[in-house]
């Protein structure tokens, strides 16, 4: 009881803090504004989380306790769990010798990161909205090793097959090569009760430009480097915040430890497929077809697979975080081979825990 209790008052705290400062473990949360956005001492973090100096990513100011190691670049957006990396909404900024984070860095991404919670609204995660990028004569990223629009569908259709196989409903935006669009795609997501998205997408860039990257829908009131415009409504946010960033943070871990890629981060993005979504949605690039090396890579069956598995595995660590670890699918079957009327325990009880402990 006395751990409960402490937790509620640790959790009121910042709840506090990031509505305008104050007392959090005994000692002040002071608020900075700098350039009309709010900052909070990261020392202030660091305390909140009984985190203690770490070994971390190299070049940066880390922190931790336990299995739990945060990595921060001053002046800059690089923030890392276990050496995963994210990208926050402002820089880390120096004031008065002091290290400053944006308290809605800490409020969105941090504090989501590192204990998760969701919404009332979540739960059983029974269907995946899987939505292959372009398609038809849009071509997407096109290089002479590979056309993403291919690549795209390839690796939802195997992912399909994954998801299928463990018990999940799949609905595809698209199962073959046509073209939809982003209002359709999203429409579909929206439509599909119980349900999450996930878009699946390759890069082009520079040459040498190669790594895996996620994209959520950035913080209400915040900027993004991908926004096509400024206009009011692109600075909105949705109800899945927290749900976005679990998932993002489930499948983009997997992913980058599965394939051994360049870790390009998490990142906040106001794409047209994430800003109007009324689901847990994220947006996987599975690398740069337009990298020789890696375009050719991409386009081969068995990379494609282990891209798949991956997002798979990181789906069935989200669903059991927000689900119930073991019981998170409605399925015919279980692992060996009984029926099952209730969820199916996966993997003859395996728990994937990556969304918390990474």
């Given at each position: ?13 910042l709840?506090m ?10 000692s ?16 202030d973090?660091?305390k ?29 957006q ?34 989501p990161?590192l ?16 939505d292959p ?14 056309r ?9 259709l ?6 299928e196989?463990?018990?999940?409903r799949?609905v ?6 046509i ?6 795609r ?14 699946i ?14 994209f959520?829908?950035a913080?209400q ?24 960033i ?19 981060g998490i ?13 847990p949605a994220?947006l ?18 068995s ?11 990181g789906?069935v ?13 409605k ?28």
């Open positions: 009881m006395r751990n409960i209790v402490r937790h509620f008052i640790l959790l009121l705290g709840i803090l990031l509505a305008g400062g104050v007392h959090a473990q005994g002040r949360w002071n608020i900075y504004d700098i350039g009309g956005v709010k900052y909070v001492k990261l020392n973090v660091w909140f989380y009984r985190f203690s100096p770490k070994q971390g990513k190299p070049g940066c100011i880390s922190y931790g306790a336990a299995n739990r190691v945060v990595s921060v670049k001053p002046e800059r690089d923030f890392y769990v276990n050496n995963y990396r994210y990208i926050l909404s402002y820089p880390v900024q120096r004031h008065g010798g002091e290290l400053l984070i944006s308290a809605i860095d800490m409020k969105k991404l941090v504090d990161v204990r998760p919670r969701f919404s009332k609204r979540s739960g059983v995660v029974k269907t995946v909205v899987i990028g372009h398609g038809a004569h849009d071509a997407g990223a096109v290089s002479p090793w590979a993403e629009k291919d690549c795209n569908l390839s690796v939802g195997k992912l399909k097959a994954k998801l196989k463990l018990g999940f799949v595809m935006t698209r199962s073959t090569d073209f939809l669009t982003l209002g359709q999203v429409a579909i997501a929206n439509r599909t009760p119980d349900s999450i998205f996930v878009s997408h390759h890069n082009s860039g520079r040459r040498a430009a190669s790594g895996i990257e996620t959520t829908l913080p009131g915040t900027t993004s480097p991908f926004a096509r415009s400024r206009r009011d409504e692109d600075l909105a946010g949705n109800d899945q915040d927290s749900e976005n679990a998932l993002a943070t489930a499948v983009h871990s997997r992913a980058i430890k599965s394939t051994k890629a360049i870790d390009r990142q906040r993005a106001r794409f047209s497929v994430l800003c109007t979504i009324e689901r994220i996987f690039e599975g690398g740069f077809v337009s990298n020789p090396e890696e375009g050719r890579l991409i386009a081969t069956n990379y494609q697979e282990k891209l798949a598995d991956s997002i798979c595995q789906i660590s989200y669903a059991q975080t927000v689900g119930g670890r073991g019981t998170i699918l399925s015919r079957k279980t692992h060996s081979g009984g029926s099952q009327k209730g969820g199916a325990r996966l993997n003859g009880g395996t728990s994937y825990s990556g969304t918390t402990r990474l």
